[in-house]
């Protein structure tokens, strides 16, 4: 058996073009084989050789490359956070929003702050105007819906692209289904269901449409109760992410019933026009939703309805957010 020739000039070639590739992860190339062209060199010998910088020419081009991972900021806001720095305010929110643990704190200073100017209930005729001011603030918040009546500010909806079991309620639409069909385009995912005393008829793939009129079951005659309506649709077991509800001053006397069900039913997100009643009615709305761990992210006048209708948003939060900090206290 006769070993085959080796050409020289190639074996040169693959050991220049090694030494190339080299520079690309050492400033000062190292110089593995200085004589390959030396005819003393047996051919199996070379071989080897030639066998032995391929390989490392293939470990050098990995170790060089850096993989090309994009990702789109949708994959990233639907990615599990890592950082511990965030802990506190994942704990505090019930896993709804990850801020850095500084930002957090100072996120409590303002609620904290305006919580005791909002407590003050101060008695201007017109009070919606200067008492029950936001005492939260969601970064990335939303409008839903279309301009001026109807639309709705959601708190960075962008959190429930992870959510595959996203559920939204829609109580009252009085046939206008803006805030379902922009939602469902922003989240196709999510399940909306809307409810109204009158028939009306959702959009094509958009929500689905109960005709029903919440109370307590006895009043008003032909009402059912919250805990009835979520029982008959089988979301016992579902986290209702968003409730949009107007239904023209009947939330003074919704919520109530709402607060007396399971503590697992609430939503995570109140999204209302309140409409003008006695004030202390009104403050009784407040404290309620305060009382069971509501912080206020929005508020706006519904100029269409006048100066007396304003949209209010609220995000349910984790107990602990509502205890003082060491920091909070020093800084009250």
């Known amino acids: 058996y006769q070993q085959p020739a080796i050409n020289k000039q190639i074996v040169s070639n693959i050991v220049i073009h090694f030494r190339y590739q080299h520079q690309c992860c050492s400033k000062k190339p190292i110089r593995l084989y200085q004589s390959m062209s030396t005819p003393s060199i047996p051919p199996t010998v070379q071989l080897g050789v030639i066998v032995l910088l391929c390989f490392l020419f293939m470990w050098t081009y990995q170790s060089c490359s850096q993989p090309k991972i994009l990702l789109s900021p949708i994959s990233l806001a639907t990615m599990v956070p890592t950082s511990t720095d965030c802990q506190q305010s994942l ?27 909002n407590m003050m209930k101060y008695g ?77 008829t959702c959009p094509n793939k958009t929500c689905t449409f109960h005709t029903v009129m919440f109370g307590d079951g006895i009043q008003p005659n032909g009402s059912k109760s919250w805990m009835t309506i979520i029982k008959s649709l089988n979301h016992t077991n579902r986290y209702i992410d968003i409730l949009k509800i107007d239904i023209e001053g009947g939330e003074y006397s919704f919520f109530p019933l709402v607060f007396n069900s399971s503590k697992s039913l609430f939503p995570r997100q109140i999204l209302i026009e309140l409409h003008p009643t006695n004030v202390t009615r009104v403050h009784s709305f407040f404290e309620l939703l305060r009382n069971n761990n509501y912080v206020i992210f929005s508020k706006e006048n519904n100029l269409y309805a006048g100066p007396f209708f304003f949209e209010y948003a609220f995000l349910k939060l984790n107990p602990r957010f509502f205890v003082r900090s060491t920091r909070n206290q020093t800084n009250k």
């Open 124 to 200: 201007d005729p017109i009070f919606f105007i200067s008492i029950w001011e936001p005492n939260f603030h969601c970064t990335h918040s939303r409008r839903i819906g279309k301009m001026g009546d109807g639309g709705k500010w959601v708190c960075d909806p962008y959190r429930l692209e992870s959510r595959d079991d996203c559920l939204v309620y829609s109580v009252g639409s009085n046939g206008d289904f803006s805030f379902e069909v922009d939602m469902k385009k922003f989240m196709p995912h999510c399940e909306i269901h809307t409810f109204d005393k009158n028939n009306f």
């Open 91 to 117: 704990l505090e929110s019930d896993g709804f929003l990850c801020e850095p643990n500084a930002t957090w704190i100072e996120r409590k200073n303002v609620y904290f702050n305006q919580d005791e100017e």
